[in-house]
């Protein structure tokens, strides 16, 4: 009920991750990360409240407000010369249950923005649950013109099988082999991920 009420009321907020060229320290895009502002618990992390709305139904809802919100930020940026794209999290339920391109298709277009201007990720998850749903709206949203990137990438099963087919621009190596890697991190397991999808033409993010 207070998930509604802040989905309703202004109780969210979003807050913009920058991704870095390594090479040159340029920003080449952001990540939209959604925290609820709770009146008694404070901010709260997206990984409390999520999964609630996944199993409530408001996932949807609260996609959509993510999505509106992120692009009334980027229209704002791109009208001042900032043209970087925007990152967007999507749950499984987004890709099986709504017609999430024609939401996004809507959205970019009632801000005057092109599908460069936004990226949609998916976890390895989705791919794991329904890879074959996945894979047809990855497909669908790539043919829009919007690119798509997988998320937490090295902590699932189908990845590797399903990666080459996959209609994603880029990978994101999952935190947990990067949160340490200038102290006691796998190099070897991280320079392999980067080697395998530069080879795919991809781009990789950490």
């Given at each position: 009920t207070a998930l509604r009420e802040a989905l309703?009321?202004?109780g969210l907020e979003l807050h913009y991750q920058p991704k870095v060229q390594l090479s040159d320290g340029t920003v080449v895009g952001v990540e939209a990360l959604v925290r609820w502002r709770h009146p008694?618990?404070?901010?709260?992390?997206?990984?409390?409240?999520?999964p609630l709305a996944e199993r409530t139904g408001l996932v949807h809802k609260l996609t959509a407000w993510v999505l509106r919100a992120a692009l009334d930020q980027?229209?704002?940026?791109?009208?001042?010369?900032i043209e970087v794209p925007v990152a967007?999290?999507?749950?499984?339920?987004?890709?099986?249950?709504?017609?999430?391109?024609?939401?996004?298709?809507?959205?970019?277009?009632?801000?005057?923005?092109p599908p460069e201007a936004l990226v949609l990720e998916v976890t390895e998850r989705v791919l794991v649950q329904d890879p074959g749903?996945?894979?047809?709206?990855?497909?669908?949203?790539?043919?829009?013109?919007v690119s798509s990137s997988l998320d937490d990438f090295g902590t699932g099963y189908s990845s590797l099988l399903l990666l080459e087919k996959l209609p994603v621009a880029e990978i994101k190596i999952d935190r947990s082999f990067?949160?340490?890697l200038d102290e006691d991190g796998d190099f070897s397991m991280v320079r392999s991920i980067v080697g395998f999808a530069h080879g795919l033409g991809l781009s990789v993010v950490a």
């Amino acid at each position: 009920t207070a998930l509604r009420e802040a989905l309703d009321r202004g109780g969210l907020e979003l807050h913009y991750q920058p991704k870095v060229q390594l090479s040159d320290g340029t920003v080449v895009g952001v990540e939209a990360l959604v925290r609820w502002r709770h009146p008694e618990r404070g901010l709260v992390p997206p990984d409390e409240f999520v999964p609630l709305a996944e199993r409530t139904g408001l996932v949807h809802k609260l996609t959509a407000w993510v999505l509106r919100a992120a692009l009334d930020q980027v229209a704002d940026w791109w009208a001042q010369g900032i043209e970087v794209p925007v990152a967007v999290n999507v749950s499984m339920r987004d890709l099986q249950d709504t017609d999430l391109a024609g939401l996004v298709v809507a959205e970019l277009d009632a801000h005057g923005l092109p599908p460069e201007a936004l990226v949609l990720e998916v976890t390895e998850r989705v791919l794991v649950q329904d890879p074959g749903r996945a894979v047809g709206m990855l497909r669908e949203l790539a043919e829009l013109g919007v690119s798509s990137s997988l998320d937490d990438f090295g902590t699932g099963y189908s990845s590797l099988l399903l990666l080459e087919k996959l209609p994603v621009a880029e990978i994101k190596i999952d935190r947990s082999f990067v949160r340490a890697l200038d102290e006691d991190g796998d190099f070897s397991m991280v320079r392999s991920i980067v080697g395998f999808a530069h080879g795919l033409g991809l781009s990789v993010v950490a």
